[in-house]
């Protein structure tokens, strides 16, 4: 049997994991639909890692297929076309993405109807074929 001592051990060090993982950082938007004639698809030509905080990457595939959805004050908003994508701080969230031309500027949460910016700072630039509607 635990003792007492140990309870206490064990939950804070459970509470210590948890308080170590950072929230997404991320700014209420609003985002404005596109008509359904103007929802035109890109697909992703090459495989890119992208930070949204310290520690947490995800991956944007090769071959992934994006629908235009709307539009923010950040730029383009594409949502997967098949699939959920999500990005990750203490909790998990959907996003799509958001595109300046080609250059990914952050994520769009639908659930939190916000803006994250990509994480690192650096320019990431994305290999990307328009599809018309």
């Known amino acids: 049997m635990m003792s007492l001592r140990g309870g206490l051990v064990v939950a804070l060090s459970a509470l210590g994991l948890v308080a170590c993982a950072p929230e997404v950082v991320r700014r209420p938007t609003q ?11 890109i ?11 310290p520690g ?3 991956v944007i595939r090769r071959g992934s ?14 949502k997967p ?3 959920v994508f999500t990005v990750e701080g203490a909790q998990i969230h959907e996003a799509y993405l958001v595109l300046d031309g080609d250059r990914l500027v952050g994520f769009y949460l639908p659930v939190e109807r916000a803006f994250a910016p990509v994480g690192d700072g650096k320019e990431i630039r994305l290999s990307i074929r328009r599809r018309p509607p």
């Open 31 to 41: 985002m404005t639909s596109v008509a359904e004639q103007a929802k035109d698809t």
């Open 43 to 53: 697909e992703i030509g090459e495989t890119v890692p992208v930070s949204v905080g």
């Open 56 to 58: 947490y990457r995800r």
């Open 65 to 78: 297929l994006w629908t235009r959805i709307g539009r923010s004050v950040e730029g383009e908003v594409f």
């Open 81 to 83: 076309v098949d699939g």
